[in-house]
């Protein structure tokens, strides 16, 4: 016979199952109703509402992310979008109700740092890494199998600079010189 503790114990762990399972079905009506594109501009255009909100950053870093959380979502942040502000603020939604705390962590992190990673690259970890609204659509993809004829750029984060390394496909014009004489 089972004892009460016992019965309890299944009952609670029923219960959670049954959340659980529920959870997964709502996830699944998500991403079967959002097309990839669609998550992935979404992911990308609340990166960049969050950098709007917390680019003028403050002492207390954990609150201004807390605040930015709570308030990120809000449609007419999303007004300045090309696709329906609305589908953006779902992508927003669950975003934040699937990946709070670790979007608060990275938020927190990323803004503290006094040399912070460029934008292109936290829009990618966040996008790619963290919520994988991106997955499939990843630049780093194209890294491993470089073709010699494409030309390379590339951002060196300690110089802040930009260095190009010319292919076929693009050349790099020569300068000519302001008194040459066949002008």
Known sequence: MISKLGSVWIVVSLICFIAL????KADDEFYKSMPKE???SGCE?????LNNMLSHGTANMEKQVDQALANVCETERYSISEYNSERMVAVCEFMIKKHKEELRRELVEHYKQSKKS???EFVQHICLDITRMCAGVSHKAHQHHEDPNDTVLHFDRETHDFNVKPGKNVRIPKIVSELHEEL
Request: aromatic letters at 6%; hydrophobic letters at 40%; glycine letters at 0%.
């Open 21 to 24: 399972c529920s959870q997964v």
């Open 118 to 120: 460029t934008y292109l």
């Open 38 to 40: 669609l998550r992935c």
């Open 45 to 49: 255009l609340t990166v960049k509402v």
